[in-house]
């Protein structure tokens, strides 16, 4: 079956403009996780929904940063007034269920701000 | 929060020889998972091999296994018979707070020489 798509792939944004990366998890997936991976780094945990629920956002950066899964499916991480720091590529996860099952991740959006 | 630590940035090994990548965890929780992710350069994160913290037998997974020693918390990935398409960044991650989340180590470039 079809796997976690992001979109798009490539964001270039200029210092201050708003930008919104899309998730399409896998169907059905009741858990959506969202990381950040700086150049050379391991991803970092950003937040996670269990359905249209944010369970857990405490790895966002700043309020410049806000993700919503209004229908409990896809999803979306949008930065507001970006910054050169928020360069990095953006990771989507799912996951089946709320228990302790693998999460399948997207090939992710990388965004570079200038 | 939890630290992970893989001590080794780089490894490199012949192809159809064996290589042990480290992993180290710091968790205070009892109950947890552990993942074995690579990322190609085409940055899709690939599950590898998973561990249930409750359970002493080691995982494996065709030319993998892991090296799982809950009290030391360490974590170890056993690539056997070496393969060029082993090629990849490789991240070791065991879940926190209730496995709503996961936490990565820095990566391990693994390189295959012919």
């Known amino acids: 079956g079809a796997g976690v798509s992001q979109s798009p792939r490539y964001k270039v944004a200029k210092r201050g403009q708003d930008v919104a990366l899309r998730c399409d998890p896998i169907s059905g997936h009741v858990s959506l996780f969202w990381y950040q991976q700086a150049l050379g780094q391991g991803p970092e945990f950003l937040t996670y929904f269990q359905n249209e629920a944010q369970l857990d956002k405490s790895g966002l950066p700043s309020d410049r940063f806000f993700a919503e899964r209004p229908e409990g499916s896809v999803s979306t991480l949008k930065i507001q007034r970006t910054q050169q720091e928020d360069s990095a590529v953006y990771l989507c996860?799912?996951?089946?269920?709320?228990?302790?099952?693998?999460?399948?991740f997207g090939p992710g959006t990388r965004l570079l701000v200038l | 929060a939890q630290t992970v630590t893989q001590s080794q940035p780089e490894m490199s090994v012949q192809e159809a020889e064996t290589v042990t990548l480290s992993c180290t965890y710091d968790?205070?929780?009892?109950?947890?998972?552990l993942f074995w992710y690579k990322q190609p350069p085409s940055r899709q994160m690939i599950l590898v091999i998973r561990q249930e913290a409750y359970k002493q037998q080691n995982a494996t997974e065709n030319r993998f296994s892991v090296n799982f020693q809950k009290a030391a918390k360490s974590f170890s990935l056993k690539i056997s018979d070496s393969q060029l398409g082993d090629a990849a960044m490789y991240f070791c991650?065991?879940?926190?707070?209730?496995?709503?989340?996961?936490?990565f180590g820095q990566g391990t470039r693994l390189t295959i020489n012919p």
């Open positions: 991650a065991p879940t926190e707070q209730g496995a709503q989340k996961l936490v």
């Open positions: 996860a799912s996951r089946p269920t709320v228990i302790q099952e693998t999460q399948y």
């Open positions: 968790t205070s929780e009892s109950d947890y998972y």
